[in-house]
């Protein structure tokens, strides 16, 4: 076992951690982040970093041996998942009872597979969600700065309703259209300039290439090059990859202490370390933060952490649905992999969807239309300490997710009517599924701002110990969430270097 001390730790690589230290740093405050992925930057045998979604390799995944994509299958055909080696690779499904969360693996977090899909919320639903925290701040500072520090741009309009690349999305757009329903774009973190280039043949394809959740080789500007970048360029924060946090505990003189394994890439502990800090910043997502902490009230590690650590966990109200359209209504065999375009639906008084037109980039035609449902679903989940298994069991059944299915159903119901097609129901697993309602990639709670930790992230019952990142957020925002996740982390650190870290 070795020991060091740093000032502080960040624990975890995604935006709120990113947002944390950045900013820690450019106080001067020397900070350690601890990753328990890898650092992408290096490429394997094929010349790339990543591996493509068509044929995935051990690289797509955190330890599994066999692949496990959102579509599980095709025609109810498993043609869609690869066996693999277990290895740590860059998405995780992480298996609760009755729901399946992705999460991202390695220096970035999520923003090494999501589809960078970079939306501002609505500032009512904002206001209803986070009452306590000033809109008129977030719209006005927090929200602008995120865009900006995310590199968040827009697709060009012309080019949108030209290029074969974007037919899927027009389509939906028309068929959405003539159900009354109205489509916006969505803005990304995808570089849409680098992305003209590959349609012209002019740069390495990667958008254009199927490249998307098993991590983008080229477009993408994921944390690892803007926010965890501008970190290190601060000369005050090192990041350490591979080394995953397995438990906290306090000094009596109020330091912290966290029990560290280090892995390589093949899952063997190759060393045990005892890591000490002033200031303790829980960024390990929604799953990972509530998980440490849940860990450290039960076991007696941290005894003060309030009833409220591990409630008010929610998927966003995310569901899937795929569409078959009629044979002389193709989508396109060619599919951009970033999604640009969303139903808005969520002025809708009974039943509010925001639902993205994901792509299915398949490299033939399917005709499917697809979408990925961001529904208003007041249903919660809370995270229980297992002892057996020392692991967060997450409390959630699937019929809490009915709300959620309801609510897509009703869009969906309307479209197809208005034009005469149906869904399809071979997309989600051997069964006949038409609603993906047991998988989530947007998990959110589980440390709630205001209840777990007070209105800017310190953990209630405890001294400069804080949560920064999707744990904060009740269990819904109405759109894909990192956007706000970055904004709110911009928010706290603020107010958190002025008064406990320069303070101190
Ligand atoms: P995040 O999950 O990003 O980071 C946590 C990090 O901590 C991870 O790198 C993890 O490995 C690490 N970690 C966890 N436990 C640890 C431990 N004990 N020790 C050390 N490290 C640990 N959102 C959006 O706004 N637009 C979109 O288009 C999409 N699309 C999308 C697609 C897919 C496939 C996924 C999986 C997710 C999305 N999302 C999304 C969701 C978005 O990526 C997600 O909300 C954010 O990444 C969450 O950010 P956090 O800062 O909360 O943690």
Redesign the pocket.
Known sequence: RSGSFVPAVV????????VSALRLGEAGIPTLM????QLWNKPADDGNVFCGMLSPDRRSSWFKSRTEA?LGSFLWLDVINRDIDPYAGV??KVHFDQMS???????????????????VPKRSYFEEVLPRVDAAEMYDRYFPRANSMLKVNHIDKGWFEETEWYKFARVSREQAGKAGLGTTFVP?VYDFDYMRREANGESPKSALATE??YGNNHGKQS?DKTYLAAALGTGKVTIETL????AIHQQPDGSYVLS?DQIDTAGQTVAHKEISCRHLFL???????T??LVRARDTGALPDLNAEVGAGWGPNGNIMTGRANHVWNPTGAHQSSI?ALGIDDWNNPTAPVFA?IAPMPAGLETWVSLYLAITKNPERGTFVYDKATDRAALRWTRDQNTPAVNAARSLFDRINKANGTMYRYDLFGPQLKNFSDDFC????GGCVLGKATDGYGRVAGYHNLYV????LIPGSIG????????AL?ERNIERIIAEDVKAA
Do not use: K
């Not at 080394?243 to 397995?246: D, G, L, S």
């Not at 990639?441 to 959110?444: G, K």
């Not at 759109?479 to 970055?486: A, S």
């Open positions: 624990i975890g690589t995604g935006y709120g951690a990113a601890l990753e328990m992925g959102p998405l995780d969360v992705y999460v991202g693996r390695g220096v970035g977090g999520g923003s090494l597979v999501n589809g960078g899909m970079a939306v990304n998307v959740i944390l080394h995953q946090v397995r560290v960024g390990a997502g929604s799953l990972g933060s998980e440490l999604p993205e990639y947007h998990p959110l920064t990142d999707g744990a759109v894909n969430p990192f956007v706000t996740i970055t982390a």
